[in-house]
């Protein structure tokens, strides 16, 4: 059968086809579909397509209308992805909640008299507490010093290559600057958590000896500190 000799029906179905897998195309015993072997098949579907297009109006309409439904399923799609994101948030908040729950209910139980915290136990599930990893808490951002922070540019191509041949003159870092269309800078906690650690164990060591009257100051890291102990929930 012809492209001429097809139907709008056909050709409606045959455009869904496409859209089920654009490598299939469409043996010409009978209108079956079969995988494509290799990269000709796209050159064949586009072929036919432009055959449709290129004859009569009512196959262009056909064409037109199997396009628009497309656009019509995609943003479709689109509005269910984020109904599912805002779900989705919404059961892992719960879920976060339920933890907060669990948690206060547990330490409310008190330790053991290994000073471990006591399970709540179920028939099928046991709830314990677990250690979180040391983290670093960061209350000022400005007060940290830069070594710990990175940041992360939005500019022109022109730019960066106008940057990377840049003079250390004031002009041209101005220029730099202005044209930087998003800036944003953020803080290497895992960096930063390990200098806290440092500190403390300066700190602690100097509480404990008589510091020598000539010695260096601490260096103090401002803006951050070592976060308190966390605990996270298990269910086993």
């Not at 922070?149 to 002009?171: F, R, S």
């Amino acid at each position: 059968m012809t492209t001429q000799d097809m139907t709008l029906y056909a050709i409606e179905e045959t455009l869904t086809h496409l859209t089920a897998a654009i490598q299939m195309v469409q043996a010409s015993e009978g209108g079956e579909w079969k995988p494509a072997e290799d990269d000709v098949s796209r050159e064949e579907i586009g072929l036919l397509v432009s055959e449709w297009l290129k004859n009569a109006r009512d196959k262009r309409d056909a064409v037109g209308r199997f396009q628009i439904h497309c656009e019509s399923m995609a943003a479709l799609a689109k509005a269910e992805i984020e109904r599912l994101k805002a779900r989705m948030k919404r059961f892992e908040a719960a879920a976060e909640q339920i933890d907060a729950y669990v948690a206060s209910v547990i330490m409310a139980k008190g330790r053991d008299k290994h000073n471990k915290w006591q399970n709540l136990e179920g028939n099928t599930i046991t709830y314990s507490l677990k250690k979180c990893p040391p983290s670093a808490n960061v209350s000022d951002p400005a007060k940290v010093p830069a070594v710990f922070k990175w940041i992360e540019l939005k500019m022109p191509v022109a730019t960066w290559d106008e940057l990377l041949g840049l003079l250390p003159d004031i002009e041209s870092r101005d220029r730099v600057l202005v044209s930087t269309i998003e800036r944003e800078i953020t803080i290497d906690k895992r960096a930063l958590l390990t200098a806290l650690k440092v500190q403390a164990a300066e700190l602690e060591k100097a509480t404990k000896q008589i510091a020598a009257p000539d010695a260096p100051p601490l260096a103090m890291i401002e803006g951050a500190e070592i976060a308190p102990e966390k605990y996270r929930v298990s269910r086993d």
